[in-house]
């Protein structure tokens, strides 16, 4: 008979254990955590009371994680689940890496690029059923020193390292393609030791669930979600002092901004950048838009666009500032993306930590003067639907920590539906 698999984790690069709030909703239990970060791990400690969290750099608790989990006496993970960061990323090859640093026009490694060295030996060690690593899609693009100083494709450098004991695919996945209302690509890397995920990997080719969604509603599949679809109703908010918080939810809330900028952003059209505003003194509406042209390779906006009417004179409502040195006004530099309002009809872009921000890429509301609010991050992102408490000693956390933790979290849904599909084709494999 079949020896049934324990359901328990072992997480790393935890984060605040928002990502966990998947693996929680099928049963899963994290028995063993490492973080880096103090602030982390309090809300990770606070949510997950029953977790052991190992704070500190990887490098240095490499051996007390495995160490930690061999005392448990469970035998190996059921799912070891790593989200390490991948910063630096480089889309040259590996010879063309090497020659640059052989004629010292190599810029200096971002030694956190290099941490999927330490998950890879504890992976190796402590020989988990299944693998879950998930990073931006450029991963598949980073390039690494590995410890005898040679260099490799990151993605190459895990399966290489794993190939006798895994089996496995890594796919970039868009979020949209599984139900929710916001467009966030992702790397994820799912491996498997045990028989029935090596049968379902021969007979099917993947680990991923199915999609549920198609951005043009094909295959009898519903289209993408939209910001109409998941914010649409929501009350109104808007970034005036009063107006900026609903009082029957904490986090549906925006910040106050001057009222300079408040005229910016109300006289800014559905999918428009208020660099392209037009007067509104005369109502002329053929002042030269913005936008960006290439010099020498580089993106750059451009620097002729007109802050004053072409027609009357009279200042624009675009994004603009004294300058200290000369006492003038002039433009502020920046990209049409920012300080552009999202259109209803199609689906929120990538959440990042800077989503508060007005001049943040494409964050503002599509009818509303302010950004999406906290609350609606916390929606997108998926958290919202799952029960997580953003408090410590019985204080809410700050808004700052709280927008980094929606931007470089991930999406609990998605990990539910990976873990959900992992548990299914073990169930299946014991009938």
């Known amino acids: 008979m079949t020896k049934p698999l324990n359901k328990y984790v072992l997480s790393l690069f935890s984060s605040a254990g928002v990502g966990e709030l998947g693996l929680k909703a099928n049963g899963l239990e994290v028995l063993l955590c490492n973080e880096l970060l103090p602030d982390r791990c309090r809300l990770y400690q606070h949510n997950f009371p029953s977790t052991s969290v190992l704070q500190g750099d990887i490098w240095d608790k490499e051996s007390d994680i495995i160490k930690t989990w061999n005392e448990f006496g469970v035998g190996s993970p059921f799912i070891l689940y790593a989200t390490p960061p991948c910063q630096g990323m480089s889309f040259n090859g590996v010879g063309k890496l090497q020659l640059e640093i052989r004629e010292g026009r190599r810029l200096k490694e971002d030694p956190r690029n290099r941490l999927i060295i330490p998950t890879v030996d504890i992976i190796k060690a402590l020989r988990p059923q299944w693998v ?159 936008g960006m042209c290439m010099l020498n390779g580089i993106h750059q906006s451009l620097k002729d666009t007109p802050l004053y009417c072409e027609s009357c004179g009279a200042l624009l409502p675009r994004p603009s500032m004294i300058d200290k040195t000369t006492g003038k006004r002039r433009l502020i530099k920046g990209f049409d993306s920012a300080y552009r309002r999202m259109p209803w009809d199609k689906p929120c872009p990538t959440l990042t930590q800077n989503f508060l921000y007005i001049s943040s890429d494409k964050k503002l509301h599509p009818s509303q003067n302010r950004t999406l609010s906290i609350y609606e991050a916390l929606v997108l992102q998926s958290i919202a639907e799952y029960d997580y408490d953003f408090s410590l000693l019985g204080k809410p956390i700050t808004k700052n920590l709280i927008c980094q933790i929606i931007g470089e979290s991930v999406p609990p849904k998605i990990i539910d539906l990976i873990a959900h599909n992992i548990l299914e084709i073990e169930r299946r494999s014991l009938i």
């Open 132 to 290: 879950i690593l998930e990073n931006v899609p450029d991963m598949q693009n980073t390039i690494i020193r590995l410890r005898d100083n040679s260099y490799c494709n990151i993605i190459d450098y895990i399966f290489s390292e794993l190939k006798t004991l895994y089996c496995g695919f890594a796919q970039v996945i868009n979020c949209l393609d599984y139900g929710m209302g916001q467009s966030r690509k992702r790397l994820i890397t799912i491996l498997s030791k045990t028989e029935a995920g090596r049968n379902h990997a021969k007979i099917h080719g993947t680990f991923f669930p199915e999609k549920s969604h198609d951005e043009c509603g094909s295959n009898g599949l519903p289209k993408w979600l939209t910001l109409r679809d998941v914010i649409g109703n929501f009350p109104p908010l808007a970034s005036k002092k009063g107006m900026n918080q609903d009082s029957s939810c904490f986090w549906h809330y925006v910040p106050v901004i001057p009222e300079e900028k408040y005229w910016w952003i109300e006289n800014t059209p559905q999918n428009e950048t208020a660099f392209n505003n037009q007067c509104v003194e005369c109502g002329y509406n053929y002042n030269r838009r913005h």
